[in-house]
C-alpha cells in the first residue's frame, strides 16, 4: 500500500509552478515547454504514484538510487531524531560529529583492503572534484607536481559541475555551448564490447584498449599523469560491462606508471551488482580512491564518500609544514546524511539485499535476455540490476534507427502506460531497480517491456 497523501496536492497547480518555475537538470526547451513533468508524489517499496493516483513500478530506482526502496519508516526516524540532536556540525579543520565518524569507520570496513580513509561530499559530482584534486595533491606532496592530466575514456559520466563534465564525455554532453576545463584531460576509447570494431575478438578488443592506453602513457609522458578514472562498467554511457580482465590490466598499467586509479562506483556501490563495491568483488581490482553516492543513502538524503587508500594518505599526512589539504566542502560529514548512511547500510545488511541483488538480478538478466530476438533489438546486456536493452534497425550490421524515431522514448513512453518505468538514454533503456526487486516483479517488467518493444515496433513498419 502506498501511503494515503495524494490530496494533499492539487496536481494541476504543480504541474504549472513546476513548468513556470522550475529549471531541470537536463532540461530539452522545446518538449518541456509543451509537456512539462509528470509529477511524483508518494513512494512505497519499489513503486511511486503521481499527481493523478496513478502506480508506477519504478524500474530506475529514482536515477540508480534508490536501493533499499522508497518510504523506509526507520531511516525517516534516524533523519528526525539526528535533526532534533544535532542537525549540524562543520567537520573542517578538528571538529567531527558522531554519525560522520561512525559511517567512515564502517566504509572503511566494508572497503578493499587498504582503503581506510574517507573524505565526504554532498554528490557524486562534488566527489569527483575531490577525488580528483586529492589526485593532484597526492601526487605533489610526493614530488610529482608536473603530473596534472587525467586519463578517462569516451561514454563516461562523472557528473555534471564544471569538473565534471569536463572529464567525463557521452554523446551530447560536451556541446560548444559550454566551456570545459582546457589542457586535463585525454579520453581513451570506450569499453564498449558490442560495438566494438568489426572483426575483432573480445580479447582482441582488450588488447587493442589496454595498447591505447599504453600508448597515451608513452606519448603523454606518465610524469605528467596524475590518474585515470573509470566507471568499473560505464553506466549512463552504455551500461557496458568492460571486456573480461581489461581493468585488472588497465589497473596494472597505473600501477607501473606511478598513476592513480580513481574507481568511479557512484552506480555500482551498495548492491546493484550484488556487492557492496564492485571493483574489486566483480571486476578484481583494488583501486587508489573509489568515490560513492547514490546507493550510499538510497537517495534519502544527498552525500557522496570518497574512499582512499593508506598509500595515498600516508603521502597527503606526512609532515610539512606549510601542506593543507584545502579542500572541503560546509556539508562534508553533515550529521543527517551520515546518519542515514548508516541506517541505509544496515538495512541493506540486516534484509541480505547484496543475495537479493545477486539472486533477482541473475533471473532480471535471464528474463531480458529473451527479447534478443526481438527485431529491433540489437543487445541485452548489464549485469544483475544495472541492466539495458540496446535498440538498432539492423541486428546483423548494428545500424542504428534515425535518432527521429526517438525509439527509447517511444518505448519507454509505452512503458509508462502500462505502470513501469524505464530510463531511455540515447537508443537504450536502462534499467537499475530497487535491491528489494522480487522474482514477480521481474516478470512484470520483462513482459511489460517485451509488449512496449514488440507494440512500438508494430508501429515503425
Ligand atoms: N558518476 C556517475 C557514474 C554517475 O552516474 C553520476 C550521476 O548519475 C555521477 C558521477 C554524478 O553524480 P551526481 O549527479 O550525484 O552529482
Redo the contacts with the bound molecule.
Sequence with gaps: MLHQASNRFNPEDLWKKDHDHFLHPYTHFDSFKEEGSLVLVEGEGCYVKDAEGRRYFDGIGG??CVNVGYGRKEIAQVMAEQALQLCYTTTFVDVTNAPAAELAAKLASLAPKGLNHVAFAT????G?DTAIRLAHYYQSRRGASERKYIISRKNS????TYL?MTVGLRDGDQSPHFRYVPDLVHHLSAPYPYRRPDGMSIEEFSDFLVEEFRQKIESLGAENIAAFIA?PAQ??GGVTMPPPNYLPRMSKLCRDNGILFIA?E??TAFGRLGHMFASEAEFGIVPDIIVT??GLTSGYIPL?AVLFSDKVHEVISAPDGDAWFTHGYTYSGHPIACAVGLKNIEIIEREDLLGNAARVGDYLEQRLAGLGSLPIVGDVRGRRLMMCVEYVADQKTKAKLPDEVNISKRISNECEAHGLFVRPIGHLDVLSPPLIMTKQEVDFVADTLGAAIRKVTDELV
Design positions: 536515477m540508480w554528490s557524486g559530482s562534488c569527483i559520466y562523472h557528473g555534471s565534471g566507471e553506466a549512463s568511479d557512484v552506480v553516492a547514490k557522496s
